[in-house]
């Protein structure tokens, strides 16, 4: 191993064999580790976007008497062994050591015939290297973030995380440990991670080299602050976003959507935003409204602007062979291709392909359409729908886009998706830019993204899901994030079952970061507008989904929370502006703010709405009460009767229809 300093005196670089390591000083007490078996790296940053401070507290030894070199920056340090094997402190303590199992006793005594390396390169069809990062596992360590799963676990420990896009999941490659440290993969290429219990492996399916990022701190909170610092903060989210986003599957035309909005005044039911759903379209990729049934969007607009409603138009990436776009866009190279077989990759409603939200050429032609046909029409946000995105089958392996195949860089299309729009907006010098999204990958945060959990189906057992999805996002850097209240899917809106867990996700979602009403509520029992194949008339609608359609009592109930989350406006304002000043979730695990309390690292079925409350969800069919962990530190006062109860204790506390447990920190 030849050990040697950057010209920058910033990172030590190491080389054996065939291999080019570096290892460089990246934010407050961070390393950014990388390796190539070419003769330079690529130069790509990815989610590494943002000016680093000036790394002064850099120091680097590039050999000791034993041969072992080392970079430390401030509270983190990094040695390479001469065999190759990387291992990384917190101050003194061992926090991650490469896997190594191979002939050398002085970096192990364990299985030294199994030559096992922890960082194996495989030659790859169609990539470059199939690469396999391999680390030592840490026996009572707890693991958090990753994006969102569906699926009820907070702690990660044990998982096998596959690392790709999908409908409902969303990989964000930033892992929180509970030892003090936070872990980037900066890869966009599909994989997996497992977090094993004898060792952690994570795996790129196609990749030019490795690279990965590393930093340390005290509390959670400290770590999401030095991540954020790297890969970028939210904007601040404007304050008439705050309160109540109308939408269901789907509103139809122009006519209806001021018909409900019109309701809304009717009914006193302060909306902030109505969405217009998919296929107002004639086919997908037409990115315009269909006359027949929107003659005058403008007018809709200004209507609805004067009632002070935001309007949010959906758009999706895929283009029907029959629009007017695809032959020019297929011919200018704008769409996605595929290595073998049909061009086709979705085939929902049509036979679609799908536009390349990677190449600049796309992001200017798609940007100037929906320009001229939905905001200089008076659309204030776009609703990036199916942004993973969506496809027949996932088959990562053949499609290639304009960056890389599928396999090396899938995981980072719904970023690029939505900075077409993101990037054209802010240079247009647009203020506020609030743009919805299906999924997201590392440094999201910073494009104005809302993401959304998809379409999960509406059961107690997914809305379980949702609080972990939710939780466990925010810590890998995404605050921004919302569910479809009641689930997504739902085949009778008139099941008194339903609409007990409607209730109960609502009265959820008062105390998330976008309070948003959405579904596809069955029966499909609405006849279409016309006979047509295409355009806005002919698909199926849902029943209605306005806070009145679900009958008086639940109508008072939903409207009296309304009114509860209009009363915390101030203090959600000053979440969002924490969440862009440092990072910080709105939806917290109770360890964000209370990092001392062990118990507080073993609750995660109740969850902090920032600093201040407590709130504990109903997550079964007919429970009215449940047991409620208060953390140690504080005292609780129950929001709804202003009872007080000392924290480190479980108390039972009352659920009625009518509410949720929540506390506020006295």
Known sequence: MIFTKDESGNA????????????????????????????????????????????????????????????????????IHPSGVVTIYRDDQQILRERYRNYDPCVTRESRCLKYEGREYFAHTGGDYRLRLRFDANDGEKLFGMGQYQQPNMDLKGCILDLEQRNSQISVPFAVSSLGYGFLWNNPAVGHASFGTNFTEWVADATREMDYWVTVADTPKEILRNYTDVTGHTPQMPENLMGLWQCKLRYRTQEEVLKVARACKEHDVPINVIVIDFFHWPVQGDWTFDEKYWPDPKAMCDELHSMGIKVMVSVWPSVDKRSPHYEEMAERGLLIRTERGSQQCYDYQGDCGILDSTNPETSDYVWEICKKNYEDLGIDMFWLDNSEPDMTKYDFDNIRYHIGTGSAVSNIYPQMYSRIFYDHQKAAGKKEIVNLLRSAWAGSQKYGNVVWSGDVPSTFEAFRDQVAAGLNIGLAGIPWWTTDIGGFMTDDVKDPDFRELLIRWYEFAVFSPVLRMHGDRGPYDIPPLDDRDFGGGYLHTGQDNELWSYGEDNFKIMRDQLDLRLKLHDYIKGLYAEAAENGSPLLRTLFYEFPEDEKSWETYDEYMFGDQYLVAPIFALGARERDVYLPAGAVWEDIRDGSRHEGGQIIRAAAPMESIPVYKKA
Not at 42 to 50: H, R
Not at 59 to 69: L, P, Q, R
Not at 74 to 79: C, D, E, S
């Open 12 to 79: 030590l670089i190491a080389r054996r064999r065939h291999e080019m390591l570096r290892v460089e000083a990246w934010g407050r007490d961070s390393l950014r580790v990388r390796a190539t078996m070419y003769p330079e790296f690529a130069g790509t940053d990815w989610a590494l976007t943002e000016n680093r401070p000036n790394d002064s507290n850099v120091k680097i030894m590039t050999e000791n008497a034993d041969g072992i070199a080392s970079i430390t920056n401030g509270r983190i340090k990094v040695t």
